[in-house]
């Protein structure tokens, strides 16, 4: 069966300090990959996405990067973190089909980032 | 501006009781999801509903989707405190690329 692992689940960190949050999906091939940040209380921003390894599509302009070294990693990056950073971080995949088409996407338990 | 929107944005109801979800959009879709959030975690995917479905039955989950009104439903019956999570509709669109957008969601807290 195919799971999700995301992590850290929490994490603290100052104004201006790097960030790498790690994402991998095991069981199956050639997912998409998506991560996305969660304000309390409200819905799902989609920040990346990718079809594959190395293709990274940004959805929204920030201060954020994403990379997709190996075909089931994809990880979050920040050079330098400032205080609207905050929030929850949650990586997902989906099947990918060949073309897009809204399949039910499979979400890790999140991280929690708070910055200081 | 979002493409689907749930109603309401909370719902707060008895153990036992039925409990109704709503989502509307704006744009013509290919499908309608419904996820569920527990708190602090990950979301859950629950129905799928495609463009040309009516209703989708899964469990004590019913789902509906009306595409002239761009709107869809969610019925959970016999509700359980363990069913106390954030309910969320996805939709995609036909245009506009590789997107599916969520909803900011529906707060059920279901009080045994």
Same mark, same amino acid.
């Given at each position: 069966?195919?799971?999700?692992?995301?992590?850290?689940?929490?994490l603290?960190q100052?104004?201006?300090?790097?960030l790498?949050?790690?994402?991998?999906?095991?069981?199956?091939?050639?997912?998409?990959?998506?991560?996305?940040?969660?304000?309390?209380?409200?819905?799902?921003?989609?920040?990346?996405?990718?079809?594959?390894?190395?293709?990274?599509?940004?959805?929204?302009?920030?201060?954020?990067?994403?990379?997709?070294?190996?075909?089931?990693?994809?990880?979050?990056?920040?050079?330098?973190?400032?205080?609207?950073d905050s929030g929850f971080y949650?990586?997902?995949?989906?099947?990918?089909?060949?073309?897009?088409?809204?399949?039910?996407?499979?979400?890790?338990?999140?991280t929690r980032l708070s910055i200081? | 501006?979002?493409?689907?929107?749930?109603?309401?944005?909370? /719902?707060?109801?008895?153990?036992?009781?039925?409990?109704?979800?709503?989502?509307?959009?704006?744009?013509?879709?290919?499908?309608?999801?419904?996820?569920?959030?527990?708190?602090?975690?990950? /979301?859950?995917?629950?129905?799928?509903?495609?463009?040309?479905?009516?209703?989708?039955?899964?469990?004590?989950?019913?789902?509906?989707?009306?595409?002239?009104?761009?709107?869809?439903?969610?019925?959970?019956? $016999?509700?359980? %405190?363990?069913?106390?999570?954030?309910?969320?509709? %996805?939709?995609?669109?036909?245009?506009?690329?590789?997107?599916?957008?969520?909803?900011?969601?529906?707060?059920?807290?279901?009080? $045994?």
């Amino acid at each position: 069966s195919q799971t999700i692992h995301q992590w850290p689940a929490t994490l603290v960190q100052p104004v201006g300090s790097p960030l790498s949050l790690e994402c991998t999906v095991e069981g199956t091939s050639n997912p998409n990959l998506y991560w996305y940040r969660q304000a309390a209380g409200r819905g799902l921003q989609l920040l990346f996405y990718s079809v594959g390894i190395g293709q990274i599509s940004s959805e929204v302009p920030q201060n954020l990067s994403a990379s997709r070294p190996q075909d089931r990693q994809f990880i979050l990056s920040s050079k330098k973190l400032l205080l609207s950073d905050s929030g929850f971080y949650l990586c997902a995949w989906s099947v990918n089909i060949g073309a897009f088409s809204n399949q039910p996407q499979h979400f890790g338990d999140g991280t929690r980032l708070s910055i200081l | 501006s979002q493409q689907g929107e749930e109603d309401p944005q909370a /719902l707060s109801i008895q153990e036992g009781e039925n409990a109704t979800m709503n989502c509307s959009y704006k744009t013509s879709i290919n499908n309608l999801q419904w996820y569920r959030q527990n708190s602090g975690r990950g /979301l859950v995917h629950l129905i799928l509903i495609r463009s040309n479905e009516r209703e989708k039955h899964s469990g004590r989950l019913r789902v509906t989707l009306d595409t002239s009104k761009k709107s869809s439903s969610l019925l959970i019956t $016999a509700s359980r %405190a363990a069913d106390t999570a954030s309910y969320f509709c %996805a939709t995609d669109a036909t245009t506009g690329g590789f997107k599916t957008i969520f909803g900011a969601g529906t707060r059920l807290f279901v009080k $045994a």
